[in-house]
T-cell receptor
Framework: SAVISQKPSRDICQRGTSLTIQCQVDSQVTMMFWYRQQPGQSLTLIATANQGSEATYESGFVIDKFPISRPNLTFSTLTVSNMSPEDSSIYLC?????????FGPGTRLTVL | SQKIEQNSEALNIQEGKTATLTCNYTNYSPAYLQWYRQDPGRGPVFLLLIRENEKEKRKERLKVTFDTTLKQSLFHITASQPADSATYLCALSYSGAGSYQLTFGKGTKLSVIP
């Protein structure tokens, strides 16, 4: 299993600014995943972050908007850049162990 | 296009009864299907995984079935309790282009009434 923490737990930001979300895992993992959960919607995978290589982005998500860092096997950051109200969502990081997906508590972002 | 549907957004059930949640999918050939529980303000928590060659999986009061012909999974909670009230998500796993993929449904909010 894995214990995942995220910072911040929530934030309210102004349009046009950027926010960096941190994700810390208590075990070393090869892949870390970043999801978005918009109100009333399913979890949507943004990107997969591998240590030592560039993140792989899903259709509809681009690196300029959601840059990701993966400096080591237990930590990753997701930045939401040049925010607009449409970016208001919960952002979750996740890891996989043995076909089970473990999620962090999420970061609730509100963009005004 | 690929699609996952959970039959209802909300389900109310009397305490002690069996809750049954449905997950249907189209245009997938999933390797396995998972069910998660999500409480308000928390991340999803893994409950059960069932593989494409398995018909049924049980864990305590939980039972999952997987019918690849109907492209459907049923999730049962027997002897339901108010503490079972939460949103339940189904998710499909498959291998695409060499990368791990997990696609979620929107979830069903279950309320167990005392």
């Amino acid at each position: 299993s894995a214990v995942i923490s995220q910072k911040p737990s929530r934030d309210i930001c102004q349009r046009g600014t950027s926010l960096t979300i941190q994700c810390q895992v208590d075990s070393q993992v090869t892949m870390m995943f970043w999801y978005r959960q918009q109100p009333g919607q399913s979890l949507t995978l943004i990107a997969t972050a591998n240590q030592g290589s560039e993140a792989t982005y899903e259709s509809g998500f681009v690196i300029d908007k959601f840059p990701i860092s993966r400096p080591n096997l237990t930590f990753s950051t997701l930045t939401v850049s040049n925010m607009s109200p449409e970016d208001s969502s919960i952002y979750l990081c996740s890891v996989e162990f043995g076909n089970e997906q473990f999620f962090g508590p999420g970061t609730r972002l509100t963009v005004l | 296009s690929q699609k996952i549907e959970q039959n209802s957004e909300a389900l109310n059930i009397q305490e002690g009864k069996t809750a049954t949640l449905t997950c249907n999918y189209t245009n997938y050939s999933p390797a396995y299907l998972q069910w998660y529980r999500q409480d308000p303000g928390r991340g999803p928590v893994f409950l059960l995984l069932i593989r494409e060659n398995e018909k049924e999986k049980r864990k305590e009061r939980l039972k999952v079935t997987f019918d690849t012909t109907l492209k459907q999974s049923l999730f049962h909670i027997t002897a339901s309790q108010p503490a079972d009230s939460a949103t339940y998500l189904c998710a499909l796993s498959y291998s695409g282009a060499g990368s791990y993929q997990l696609t979620f449904g929107k979830g069903t909010k279950l309320s167990v009434i005392p």
